[in-house]
């Protein structure tokens, strides 16, 4: 896992200053604290911070091949490099060493852009190829790896894997970008199509950018897509077969490593089932930690311990305090754009647990996006269903007005949400999906801007993106649809990036076996009802692991990392909400209403509605613009 950057001219080879690509490199050291590179020709740069994790004394980067005329900086891991590699063996190729950068050079050499079918991984890269003075640059599937570019007012395009190494680099104009800004406020996080900083661009999932000297700036190119719109057949026996061998290839080839491995173990049904199946596949005790709170109602330690003494793990478990909130301003400087989501806390206590023994820790991220494992798809599920018993000139009216009159109790369990479950069923399914996954709803977000604020964005809408991933899912569901909308934009905006910023602030290589492609693949094919039935999601993975986990695993209610925002801003962080009307980066900027902000605070103190994530979302957001425009 690294850290790359790069500067490519596209109009003329200008000179590029070498010390230009380390400034842009050095901010990213925890990235890639064992080395670095920088190489650079005319019109071109690339630079490197190197966490050694395959072939550890080889494969130096930026990689220039044996004739001079190709470089690659790369950030990732090609699970199947050993497999590639013997087929470039026996079409000719010669390798000099003993990693996975090597078969990606000369992967592009034998298959050219297609090239990355081909490979089974992670990553984010860049080539410079001297024969046809281009610059290839690529992100994996779902993006795990994360790669920010732009192209400056002189014809140069920069790029790398954190925004902090755009930043440095003097050319590029710091100034915000409104529409991201609202994006954020919508979902907690600026997603992959937007980003904070006007100018700047997140390379998509699954796409890539092939620059040439003397021509424009091209448009991204697609080359990998989830397809929900076929249906696997099968027996429930056959799928669970199935499901267990991807999932245990999955698990297997990302168990190989030049340096000590581990896991995360939470307790829940997906780092268990990492850690069942690395245990399974291991002959010694796989090295497994853990993060608990010292409030027993957030604290799922326990489950975790069941998990370790089942599997004989090597455990390692560590209590931290709940109010952890000190950790605030390091996750600012880690994630550079607005980031609310305040799970990252504890991420990132649990990967500096984990880099004290390991180097690379495997998680179970991505299941419950690629098997309708979030009670959000259940419940979609089951609405998607009552709207298929009305037609939208009944459905409109009818529910539209039951929620206008039923009590709001936005406090219950969703189930018992009547109010927000008819206004929702009032809705078109897009439309109603896009509203629960967001944080700060439209009207809530307009109540808060200033005139300004509102004519600078002129009716610009976050959740159209939503709309339009949902609306156009080569997908036969709603709830395939909104599983696609997850995995185009959640997946890689919240999570992806939640664990990336995590581990790498802490040196630590995260790798997620349960965002295999195959495994992706095969999960949008199953049928509704191997995803969700009676109830819960994740209903086909639950099945297929009785056998390695028991009940209290796999049939508790979902809980995750949970964190005490409400009650943070009812006791010691009260000031710091309040403080928020008068900040003075988010008052000199004139988009909000001084006296809306300070109602949201006061409410929230004196128990009259919990504003608390809005709240959260405004302090990250001043300390970001701080850190990126103050």
Known sequence: MCGIAGIFHL???????????????????????????????????????????IDVEGSPQPMVSADDNRVLSFNGEIYNYQK?????????????????????????????????????GMFAFAIYDAREKSLF????????KPLFYAQLSDGSVIFGSEL???LAHPALRKEPNLYALDDYLAFGYVPDHSSIVSGVQKLAAGHYLLLEQGKKMPAEVQWWDIDFSNRVSGSEAELQEELLRLMRDAVQSRMVSDVPLGAFLSGGVDSSAVVALMSELSSNPVKTCSIGFNEAKLDESGYADLIANRFLTDHRSRTVAADDYTLLDRLTDLYDEPFADASALPTYRVCQLARENVTVALSGDGADEAMAGYRRHVFH???????????????????????????????????????????????????????????????????????????????????????????????RSGLDQAQYADMKMWLPGDILTKVDRASMGASLEAREPLLDHNLIEFAAKLPENMRVRRGQGKYLMKRSLEKYLPDDILYRPKMGFVTPI???????LADTARSISSSSILEQSGWFEADNLSKLAEDHIAGKSDNSRTLWQLVVLEKSMQKIFG
């Open 381 to 475: 599920h089951g609405e998607e269903r009552i709207r298929s018993l009305f037609p939208g000139s009944l459905r409109s009216p009818l529910f539209g007005t039951l929620g206008k009159y039923y009590p709001k109790a936005d406090w219950a369990p969703r189930p018992l949400r009547a109010k927000t479950t008819f206004l929702s069923l009032a809705r078109e399914g897009y439309e109603g999906y896009s509203e629960a996954v967001g944080v700060t709803s439209p009207s809530q977000r307009m109540a808060l801007y200033s005139a300004k604020m509102l004519r600078s964005i002129d009716g610009y809408s976050s959740e159209a993106h939503m709309h339009k991933l949902m609306q156009n899912a080569p997908a």
């Open 137 to 144: 640059i690529a992100r994996d599937r779902l993006g795990v």
């Open 164 to 166: 902090k190494a755009l």
């Open 566 to 572: 409400s009650q943070w801003f009812r006791g010691p």
């Open 11 to 53: 109009e003329t080879a200008k000179p590029v200053d070498p010390k230009r690509i380390k400034l842009m490199c050095d901010p990213m050291v925890h990235r890639g604290p064992d080395g670095s590179g920088v190489w650079t020709a005319a019109g071109v740069g690339l630079g490197h911070r190197r966490l050694s994790i």
């Open 84 to 120: 590639l590699r013997t087929i470039l063996q026996n079409a000719g190729y010669e390798f000099l060493t003993d990693g996975d950068s090597e078969v990606i050079l000369h992967g592009w050499d034998h298959w050219g852009v297609d090239c990355l079918r081909h490979f089974q």
